[in-house]
């Protein structure tokens, strides 16, 4: 008998709900390597087993693809390592459709957290587990998984005016990984310092999106053999800012055309996230898994600086940048651009695309129709 159809029966066997969770689950950590849709996931589909008094059972609807799931593939993780046979992680919203004897009154609620790539998320209710959807007016709900998220509008609102001194009219702001959810974000909220905004990106038609959707300046391709003369001719004034998603090559060329005083905040390197990042070794527990950039004397000769940051602990920071963010939204300033891929079964295939670039703007996964 297939596992998946053991699995099945073993769990009627203690069911107690009458809904069924289809998921997918870590089968092996794809370690060196990029996810693999076919190998690294399995699909299983069970009942929602008896619910906890303060339990509530959400129906998800809507499921964000990010950066960090794949971070959290490897075996140690700075966001949480995920155990093999665990549902790969993703934030999400939906409607409690059933609940514990405690947590009733929350039937009917919508609600987003950390829902998991499965058609049910079982938890509770609080800072730790489900909290109330967000509802903005005049921001599409599904704004709450990018624009007005933590790990999309709000890392890349912190990123861009927190962490370091932002941009002034004159100087020359860079953003890799452009065309993505937080880099399309965060060049259009550069676009608003005055400062000249170009976007680094893989491939003709995502650098067409990073100027043409987004209003950058100029757009570079990472993936040219004439990146670093192309990087030359769109900063001809060199860089004084650089929000890297990126990190790996693009942030080495970069530091190569920094100015005095210039300013690097490092959001992220998605080039690095397939080396076992979280230790820097390769599987044989050798070092040189994640590339450094040789560059970064670069710094000390132009008196310049390179933060890093990490979103969650910018927490004070969160209701000033919902506001800000919806505001610049409001005012047309900042526009919400989104692909919505159909279905559970896509999710594996957008955690791929993810990283080879297959999308532009905020990458989501609808699980359900609307409620
Ligand atoms: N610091 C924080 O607290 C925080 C919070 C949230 C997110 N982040 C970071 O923000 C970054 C973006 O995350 P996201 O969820 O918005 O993902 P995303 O930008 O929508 O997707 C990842 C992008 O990485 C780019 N990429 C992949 N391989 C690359 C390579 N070798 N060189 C250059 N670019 C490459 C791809 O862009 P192309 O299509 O252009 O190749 C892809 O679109 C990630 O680094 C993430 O870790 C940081």
Redesign the pocket.
């Known amino acids: 008998m297939p596992s998946s159809s053991l699995l099945l029966l073993l769990s009627l066997a203690m069911a107690a709900t009458d809904l069924v969770n289809t998921r997918w689950v870590l089968a092996q950590r794809p370690g060196q390597r990029a996810f693999d849709a076919d190998q690294d996931c399995e699909k299983e589909t069970a009942p929602v087993p008896a619910l906890a008094p303060d339990e509530v059972c959400v129906k998800v609807e809507l499921l ?5 799931i794949r ?1 959290m593939l490897d075996a140690e993780a700075y966001h949480g390592a995920i155990q093999l046979g665990d549902p790969l992680p993703a934030l999400g919203y939906g409607t409690v459709v059933a609940a514990g004897d405690d947590a009733k009154k929350h039937v009917g609620k919508r609600v987003m957290g950390m829902c998991k790539a499965q058609t049910h998320a079982v938890g509770t209710m609080g800072m730790e587990g489900f909290m109330p959807c967000m509802g903005f007016p005049g921001v599409p709900e599904t704004a709450s998984l990018g624009l007005l998220s ?3 509008g ?3 609102y ?2 861009c005016f927190k962490v370091l001194a932002p941009p002034r009219g004159g100087e020359t702001a860079l953003v ?9 974000i965060a060049v259009q909220l550069l676009k608003t310092t005055g400062a000249r905004v170009v976007g ?4 003709p038609k ?2 067409a999106f990073v100027t043409e959707r987004l209003g950058a300046d100029a757009a570079v391709d ?2 040219s053999p004439t990146f670093a003369d192309d990087l030359d001719a769109a900063c001809p004034d060199g860089i004084d800012f650089f929000l ?7 942030l080495r060329v970069a530091l190569d055309r920094i100015n005095m005083r210039s300013r690097v905040v ?8 397939s080396g076992n990042l979280n230790t820097g070794r390769d599987d044989k527990g050798q070092g040189g898994a994640v590339v450094g950039p040789s560059s970064y004397l670069k710094l000390s000769e132009k008196s310049s600086t390179m933060a ?7 927490f004070s920071s969160i209701p000033l940048a919902l506001f800000n963010l919806c505001w610049y939204h409001w005012r047309g300033k900042v526009v919400v651009h989104e692909q919505i891929e159909e279905g559970l079964d896509a999710f594996p295939g957008a955690l791929v695309r ?10 989501l996964v609808r699980v359900a129709p609307p409620a």
Do not use: E, I, P, R
């Not at 890297?244 to 693009?250: E, L, P, R, S, Y």
């Not at 490092?266 to 996230?273: D, E, F, I, L, P």
């Open positions: 964000s693809v990010d950066a960090f971070t933590v790990a999309t709000v890392a890349s912190v990123g890799s990984a452009a065309g993505g959810a937080v880099g399309s680094v990106a893989g491939g995502k650098c990472y993936k890297d998603n990126a990190g790996g090559d693009t490092v959001c992220g390197a998605a080039s690095q996230y890093g940051f990490n979103v969650m602990h910018y993810l990283f080879s670039g297959g999308h532009c703007g905020k990458l």
